[in-house]
Protein backbone atom coordinates (compact mmCIF):
# COMPACT_ATOMS: atom_id res chain seq x y z
CA UNK A 1 0.00 0.00 0.00
CA UNK A 2 1.71 3.18 -1.06
CA UNK A 3 2.19 5.92 1.31
CA UNK A 4 -0.96 8.76 1.60
CA UNK A 5 -4.06 5.77 1.11
CA UNK A 6 -6.98 6.88 2.56
CA UNK A 7 -9.03 4.02 3.71
CA UNK A 8 -12.74 4.34 4.54
CA UNK A 9 -14.31 2.75 7.52
CA UNK A 10 -15.11 -1.06 7.02
CA UNK A 11 -13.03 -1.22 4.30
CA UNK A 12 -12.56 -4.15 2.29
CA UNK A 13 -9.24 -6.67 2.50
CA UNK A 14 -7.55 -4.79 -0.79
CA UNK A 15 -9.40 -1.60 -0.67
CA UNK A 16 -7.45 0.74 -3.40
CA UNK A 17 -8.06 3.67 -1.14
CA UNK A 18 -10.29 6.74 -1.86
CA UNK A 19 -8.18 8.77 -2.96
CA UNK A 20 -6.99 5.94 -5.75
CA UNK A 21 -7.95 6.24 -9.38
CA UNK A 22 -9.60 3.02 -9.37
CA UNK A 23 -11.42 3.50 -6.14
CA UNK A 24 -14.81 2.09 -6.71
CA UNK A 25 -13.96 0.30 -9.15
CA UNK A 26 -11.40 -2.36 -8.21
CA UNK A 27 -13.09 -5.79 -7.73
CA UNK A 28 -12.55 -5.66 -3.92
CA UNK A 29 -14.62 -2.59 -4.43
CA UNK A 30 -17.79 -5.10 -5.34
CA UNK A 31 -19.93 -5.24 -2.06
CA UNK A 32 -18.64 -2.59 -0.01
CA UNK A 33 -20.73 0.30 1.33
CA UNK A 34 -18.79 2.96 0.38
CA UNK A 35 -18.79 1.55 -3.63
CA UNK A 36 -21.10 4.68 -4.80
CA UNK A 37 -19.06 7.25 -2.68
CA UNK A 38 -15.93 6.31 -4.19
CA UNK A 39 -16.64 5.61 -7.74
CA UNK A 40 -17.79 9.48 -8.07
CA UNK A 41 -15.67 11.60 -10.54
CA UNK A 42 -12.90 13.48 -8.43
CA UNK A 43 -11.21 16.64 -9.14
CA UNK A 44 -11.56 19.67 -8.01
CA UNK A 45 -14.62 21.17 -6.36
CA UNK A 46 -16.14 23.34 -9.56
CA UNK A 47 -17.72 25.88 -6.73
CA UNK A 48 -13.53 26.74 -6.25
CA UNK A 49 -13.22 28.29 -9.94
CA UNK A 50 -16.89 29.93 -9.66
CA UNK A 51 -16.01 31.52 -6.44
CA UNK A 52 -12.47 32.63 -8.22
CA UNK A 53 -14.43 34.39 -11.29
CA UNK A 54 -16.92 36.26 -8.93
CA UNK A 55 -14.64 37.38 -6.65
CA UNK A 56 -12.13 38.62 -9.50
CA UNK A 57 -13.11 42.17 -8.78
CA UNK A 58 -12.70 42.18 -5.13
CA UNK A 59 -9.35 43.58 -4.52
CA UNK A 60 -9.14 42.43 -1.09
CA UNK A 61 -10.15 39.54 0.85
CA UNK A 62 -10.27 39.24 5.03
CA UNK A 63 -11.53 36.15 6.85
CA UNK A 64 -12.26 37.47 10.43
CA UNK A 65 -11.86 34.64 12.70
CA UNK A 66 -11.83 34.00 16.90
CA UNK A 67 -10.78 31.35 18.83
CA UNK A 68 -14.04 31.98 21.62
CA UNK A 69 -17.24 33.04 21.23
CA UNK A 70 -18.40 36.19 22.42
CA UNK A 71 -14.73 37.71 22.32
CA UNK A 72 -16.73 40.49 19.91
CA UNK A 73 -15.92 39.40 16.26
CA UNK A 74 -18.80 40.71 14.73
CA UNK A 75 -18.48 44.09 16.57
CA UNK A 76 -15.00 44.04 15.21
CA UNK A 77 -15.78 43.08 11.73
CA UNK A 78 -18.61 46.00 11.42
CA UNK A 79 -16.38 48.58 13.35
CA UNK A 80 -13.54 47.60 10.77
CA UNK A 81 -15.32 47.90 7.93
CA UNK A 82 -17.59 51.17 9.11
CA UNK A 83 -14.04 53.04 9.46
CA UNK A 84 -12.75 51.46 6.37
CA UNK A 85 -16.04 52.99 3.91
CA UNK A 86 -16.21 55.92 6.39
CA UNK A 87 -11.91 56.94 5.73
CA UNK A 88 -12.74 57.01 1.79
CA UNK A 89 -15.83 57.25 0.14
CA UNK A 90 -14.05 55.67 -2.90
CA UNK A 91 -13.49 52.61 -1.18
CA UNK A 92 -15.72 50.38 -1.36
CA UNK A 93 -16.38 47.63 1.28
CA UNK A 94 -18.43 45.03 1.92
CA UNK A 95 -18.90 42.47 4.66
CA UNK A 96 -20.07 39.00 4.70
CA UNK A 97 -21.39 36.96 7.48
CA UNK A 98 -21.16 33.00 7.27
CA UNK A 99 -22.06 32.89 10.70
CA UNK A 100 -24.60 30.44 9.60
CA UNK A 101 -26.06 29.59 13.45
CA UNK A 102 -25.20 32.88 14.97
CA UNK A 103 -25.91 35.54 12.02
CA UNK A 104 -25.53 38.99 14.12
CA UNK A 105 -24.51 41.06 11.15
CA UNK A 106 -27.67 42.33 9.71
CA UNK A 107 -28.78 43.62 13.51
CA UNK A 108 -25.03 45.37 14.20
CA UNK A 109 -24.91 47.20 10.85
CA UNK A 110 -28.84 48.32 10.92
CA UNK A 111 -30.28 46.00 8.42
CA UNK A 112 -32.26 43.65 9.90
CA UNK A 113 -35.47 44.62 8.63
CA UNK A 114 -34.25 44.29 4.89
CA UNK A 115 -34.48 41.71 2.03
CA UNK A 116 -31.87 40.43 -0.41
CA UNK A 117 -32.98 40.20 -3.69
CA UNK A 118 -31.82 37.79 -6.82
CA UNK A 119 -31.85 39.45 -10.35
CA UNK A 120 -30.13 37.88 -13.25
CA UNK A 121 -26.86 38.46 -12.00
CA UNK A 122 -26.69 37.27 -8.97
CA UNK A 123 -27.92 37.74 -5.31
CA UNK A 124 -27.97 41.86 -4.57
CA UNK A 125 -26.35 42.89 -1.41
CA UNK A 126 -27.82 44.76 0.79
CA UNK A 127 -26.37 48.92 1.50
CA UNK A 128 -25.88 50.13 5.09
CA UNK A 129 -24.24 52.66 3.34
CA UNK A 130 -23.60 53.78 -0.39
CA UNK A 131 -20.01 52.26 -0.25
CA UNK A 132 -20.64 49.50 2.72
CA UNK A 133 -22.75 46.35 1.45
CA UNK A 134 -23.64 43.18 3.50
CA UNK A 135 -24.95 39.65 2.78
CA UNK A 136 -26.08 37.49 5.50
CA UNK A 137 -27.61 34.27 5.67
CA UNK A 138 -29.79 36.04 8.34
CA UNK A 139 -31.35 38.09 5.50
CA UNK A 140 -32.64 34.70 4.56
CA UNK A 141 -34.70 33.43 8.22
CA UNK A 142 -38.51 33.56 8.46
CA UNK A 143 -37.75 34.65 11.34
CA UNK A 144 -34.36 36.41 13.60
CA UNK A 145 -35.71 33.40 16.22
CA UNK A 146 -35.21 30.48 13.94
CA UNK A 147 -33.12 27.63 15.06
CA UNK A 148 -30.68 27.26 11.83
CA UNK A 149 -29.45 22.98 12.69
CA UNK A 150 -27.69 22.28 9.46
CA UNK A 151 -25.05 19.65 9.02
CA UNK A 152 -21.54 20.14 7.37
CA UNK A 153 -22.40 19.67 3.53
CA UNK A 154 -25.60 22.13 4.06
CA UNK A 155 -23.56 24.54 5.07
CA UNK A 156 -20.60 24.00 2.59
CA UNK A 157 -23.22 24.24 -0.07
CA UNK A 158 -24.43 27.67 1.35
CA UNK A 159 -21.06 29.24 1.75
CA UNK A 160 -19.95 28.12 -1.34
CA UNK A 161 -23.78 29.71 -2.76
CA UNK A 162 -23.05 33.09 -0.49
CA UNK A 163 -19.64 33.49 -1.93
CA UNK A 164 -19.71 32.40 -5.72
CA UNK A 165 -23.62 34.14 -6.29
CA UNK A 166 -23.36 37.82 -4.64
CA UNK A 167 -23.34 40.36 -7.10
CA UNK A 168 -20.72 42.58 -5.06
CA UNK A 169 -19.47 44.46 -8.00
CA UNK A 170 -16.03 46.32 -7.65
CA UNK A 171 -14.74 46.34 -3.96
CA UNK A 172 -11.60 47.27 -2.18
CA UNK A 173 -12.27 45.18 0.85
CA UNK A 174 -14.50 42.10 1.74
CA UNK A 175 -14.48 41.08 4.86
CA UNK A 176 -15.65 37.88 6.08
CA UNK A 177 -17.06 37.36 9.15
CA UNK A 178 -16.88 33.64 10.52
CA UNK A 179 -18.16 31.46 13.37
CA UNK A 180 -15.98 30.74 16.90
CA UNK A 181 -13.52 28.38 16.51
CA UNK A 182 -12.49 26.05 13.33
CA UNK A 183 -15.34 24.36 11.80
CA UNK A 184 -17.13 23.50 8.85
CA UNK A 185 -17.78 26.87 8.01
CA UNK A 186 -13.76 27.85 8.35
CA UNK A 187 -12.96 24.80 5.70
CA UNK A 188 -15.23 25.47 3.14
CA UNK A 189 -14.80 29.27 3.12
CA UNK A 190 -10.60 28.59 2.85
CA UNK A 191 -11.10 26.13 0.44
CA UNK A 192 -13.19 27.88 -2.26
CA UNK A 193 -11.23 30.83 -1.79
CA UNK A 194 -7.65 29.12 -2.28
CA UNK A 195 -7.59 30.18 -6.02
CA UNK A 196 -9.53 33.68 -5.15
CA UNK A 197 -6.55 34.96 -3.57
CA UNK A 198 -7.11 35.46 0.00
CA UNK A 199 -5.60 38.12 1.30
CA UNK A 200 -5.42 36.40 4.86
CA UNK A 201 -6.78 36.53 8.33
CA UNK A 202 -7.34 38.73 11.51
CA UNK A 203 -7.83 37.33 14.57
CA UNK A 204 -9.97 38.28 17.09
CA UNK A 205 -9.32 37.42 20.90
CA UNK A 206 -9.96 39.41 24.30
CA UNK A 207 -6.88 39.35 27.17
CA UNK A 208 -7.95 36.34 29.09
CA UNK A 209 -5.94 33.47 29.23
CA UNK A 210 -8.88 31.25 28.07
CA UNK A 211 -9.01 33.29 24.85
CA UNK A 212 -5.98 33.51 24.28
CA UNK A 213 -5.34 29.57 24.18
CA UNK A 214 -8.37 29.30 21.68
CA UNK A 215 -6.32 31.47 19.94
CA UNK A 216 -3.04 29.72 19.68
CA UNK A 217 -5.43 26.80 17.89
CA UNK A 218 -6.94 29.86 15.20
CA UNK A 219 -3.27 30.40 14.38
CA UNK A 220 -2.16 26.78 14.12
CA UNK A 221 -5.18 26.28 11.64
CA UNK A 222 -4.50 29.22 9.85
CA UNK A 223 -0.68 28.01 9.20
CA UNK A 224 -2.11 24.33 8.73
CA UNK A 225 -4.24 25.61 5.88
CA UNK A 226 -1.52 28.09 4.73
CA UNK A 227 -3.47 31.41 5.09
CA UNK A 228 -1.43 34.55 6.06
CA UNK A 229 -2.22 35.80 9.17
CA UNK A 230 -2.66 39.82 8.99
CA UNK A 231 -2.70 39.96 12.81
CA UNK A 232 -4.49 39.81 15.94
CA UNK A 233 -6.50 42.25 17.22
CA UNK A 234 -6.92 42.73 21.41
CA UNK A 235 -10.41 43.54 22.14
CA UNK A 236 -12.22 45.15 25.16
CA UNK A 237 -8.73 45.18 26.59
CA UNK A 238 -9.54 47.84 28.89
CA UNK A 239 -12.81 49.89 29.92
CA UNK A 240 -12.59 53.90 29.36
CA UNK A 241 -14.80 55.57 31.81
CA UNK A 242 -17.04 57.87 29.52
CA UNK A 243 -17.32 60.27 32.26
CA UNK A 244 -13.95 60.77 33.79
CA UNK A 245 -11.72 58.96 31.51
CA UNK A 246 -10.20 56.82 33.81
CA UNK A 247 -8.86 53.40 32.40
CA UNK A 248 -9.33 50.16 33.79
CA UNK A 249 -8.54 46.73 33.19
CA UNK A 250 -11.57 43.92 33.03
CA UNK A 251 -9.94 41.12 32.38
CA UNK A 252 -6.57 40.54 34.41
CA UNK A 253 -3.84 40.21 31.04
CA UNK A 254 -1.55 37.20 33.66
CA UNK A 255 0.45 36.25 30.49
CA UNK A 256 1.12 39.37 28.82
CA UNK A 257 -2.12 39.39 26.65
CA UNK A 258 -2.18 39.83 23.25
CA UNK A 259 1.09 41.66 22.51
CA UNK A 260 3.24 39.15 23.91
CA UNK A 261 1.49 35.79 22.71
CA UNK A 262 1.81 37.62 19.22
CA UNK A 263 6.03 38.09 20.23
CA UNK A 264 6.17 34.83 21.13
CA UNK A 265 4.45 33.25 17.86
CA UNK A 266 5.50 35.62 15.79
CA UNK A 267 2.41 37.42 14.20
CA UNK A 268 1.94 40.78 13.80
CA UNK A 269 -0.13 42.51 16.33
CA UNK A 270 -2.37 45.15 15.09
CA UNK A 271 -3.65 46.43 18.45
CA UNK A 272 -5.85 46.65 21.12
CA UNK A 273 -9.69 48.37 20.95
CA UNK A 274 -10.93 49.59 24.48
CA UNK A 275 -14.66 48.19 26.14
CA UNK A 276 -16.96 51.15 25.25
CA UNK A 277 -20.39 50.61 26.47
CA UNK A 278 -21.70 52.51 24.18
CA UNK A 279 -20.85 50.53 21.22
CA UNK A 280 -22.44 48.01 22.89
CA UNK A 281 -25.84 49.80 22.83
CA UNK A 282 -25.40 51.27 19.27
CA UNK A 283 -24.28 47.71 17.85
CA UNK A 284 -27.69 46.07 19.54
CA UNK A 285 -29.93 49.13 18.17
CA UNK A 286 -28.20 48.80 14.83
CA UNK A 287 -26.74 52.68 14.51
CA UNK A 288 -23.92 53.82 13.35
CA UNK A 289 -21.34 54.16 16.16
CA UNK A 290 -18.99 56.51 13.64
CA UNK A 291 -21.21 59.33 13.80
CA UNK A 292 -22.68 58.70 16.85
CA UNK A 293 -19.97 58.28 19.14
CA UNK A 294 -17.09 60.26 17.23
CA UNK A 295 -15.46 60.83 20.36
CA UNK A 296 -15.10 57.15 21.56
CA UNK A 297 -11.76 55.59 22.19
CA UNK A 298 -12.44 52.43 20.25
CA UNK A 299 -13.16 54.65 17.29
CA UNK A 300 -9.45 56.07 17.10
CA UNK A 301 -8.19 52.81 18.21
CA UNK A 302 -10.42 51.00 14.96
CA UNK A 303 -8.70 54.01 13.02
CA UNK A 304 -4.87 53.12 14.12
CA UNK A 305 -5.77 49.04 13.60
CA UNK A 306 -7.32 50.18 9.90
CA UNK A 307 -3.96 52.10 9.39
CA UNK A 308 -2.28 48.85 9.80
CA UNK A 309 -4.62 46.69 7.97
CA UNK A 310 -4.50 48.37 4.78
CA UNK A 311 -0.42 48.68 5.49
CA UNK A 312 -0.13 44.95 5.65
CA UNK A 313 -2.51 44.74 2.75
CA UNK A 314 -0.28 46.58 0.27
CA UNK A 315 2.69 45.34 1.38
CA UNK A 316 1.20 41.95 0.46
CA UNK A 317 0.51 42.91 -3.30
CA UNK A 318 3.95 44.17 -3.33
N1 LIG B 1 -15.25 46.97 22.22
C1 LIG B 1 -16.47 46.70 22.68
N2 LIG B 1 -17.09 47.59 23.51
C2 LIG B 1 -18.32 47.32 24.03
N3 LIG B 1 -19.01 46.21 23.78
C3 LIG B 1 -18.46 45.30 22.97
C4 LIG B 1 -17.17 45.49 22.37
N4 LIG B 1 -16.90 44.40 21.62
C5 LIG B 1 -17.96 43.58 21.72
N5 LIG B 1 -18.89 44.10 22.53
C6 LIG B 1 -20.19 43.49 22.92
O1 LIG B 1 -19.90 42.14 23.35
C7 LIG B 1 -20.94 41.26 22.92
C8 LIG B 1 -20.35 40.13 22.07
O2 LIG B 1 -19.84 40.71 20.87
P1 LIG B 1 -20.00 40.01 19.45
O3 LIG B 1 -21.39 39.54 19.22
O4 LIG B 1 -19.40 40.93 18.47
O5 LIG B 1 -19.05 38.75 19.69
P2 LIG B 1 -18.71 37.54 18.71
O6 LIG B 1 -17.33 37.14 19.03
O7 LIG B 1 -19.00 37.90 17.30
O8 LIG B 1 -19.76 36.50 19.20
P3 LIG B 1 -20.19 35.12 18.52
O9 LIG B 1 -19.25 34.14 19.06
O10 LIG B 1 -21.58 34.94 19.01
O11 LIG B 1 -20.11 35.28 17.03
C9 LIG B 1 -21.95 42.11 22.17
O12 LIG B 1 -22.96 42.47 23.05
C10 LIG B 1 -21.16 43.36 21.76
O13 LIG B 1 -21.97 44.51 21.64
Redesign the pocket.
Known amino acids: MSTGTVLPNEAPEHCPGVNSESAGKASACAGCPNQNICSEPKGPDPGIQLVKERLSEVTNKILVL?GK????????TALLSRTLAADDSERNVAVLDI?IC?P?QPRVLGVADEQVHQSGSGWSPVYVEDNLSVMSIGFLLGSPDDAIIWRGPKKNGMIRQFLSEVDWGKLDFLLIDT??GTSDEHLSAVTYLSKAGLSGAII?TTPQEVALLDVRKEIDFCRKVNVEILGVIE??SSFICPNCDKSSEIFPVTTGGARKMCEDLRVPFLGS?????R??RC??EGRDFITELPDSP?LKASSEIVKRVLESCKQQKQ
Not at 273 to 277: A, H, I, T
Request: charged share 15%; net charge negative.
Open positions: SGGVGKSTVDGSPPVNMLPLDPIACDA
